[in-house]
């Protein structure tokens, strides 16, 4: 594997060698020129690679803050959803035992019918 240090060192001291050239009021070649310009492409990317891992740790950091809070809205409605189903078993229960009643009731008056007809 390539190694970045080792690069970037090399670059460090041809682009220093080719700066002070450029400050002592000397020419440079075009194979100087491109050292610089490799030079200035590496502080580039670097800048860039910064750039872009802080934007991806804040999108992260968003969408985490968007799951969560899904998840909260998820479990509200859930609660009242529980709270729908609680109700609903409730009055089951008293349509039950207002059906049984009834059904006592009924039969009762139909069997003191019956004896005293």
């Known amino acids: 594997m ?3 240090k080792f690069f970037d060192n090399w ?11 450029v400050a002592n009021g000397q ?9 610089l310009l ?11 690679d910064i750039d872009l891992r ?5 999108l992260r950091e968003d969408m985490d803050k968007r799951f969560e809070q899904m ?10 959803v529980d709270k729908r189903f609680d109700q609903l078993t409730s009055r089951m229960d008293h349509f039950m035992i207002w059906s049984f009643a009834t ?3 009924v039969g009762g008056i139909v069997i003191a ?5």
């Open 103 to 105: 059904t006592l009731t």
């Open 2 to 4: 390539f190694d970045d």
């Open 113 to 117: 019918a019956i004896k005293f007809l």
């Open 27 to 35: 020419s440079i070649s075009s194979e100087q020129m491109m050292i």
């Open 71 to 80: 998840q909260v809205e998820t479990a509200k409605r859930f609660e009242q």
């Open 38 to 48: 490799l030079k200035a492409q590496t502080n580039h990317f670097a800048h860039l």
């Open 54 to 58: 802080n934007e991806m740790k804040l």
């Open 11 to 21: 670059l460090d001291s041809q682009a220093q060698k080719v700066m002070e050239q």
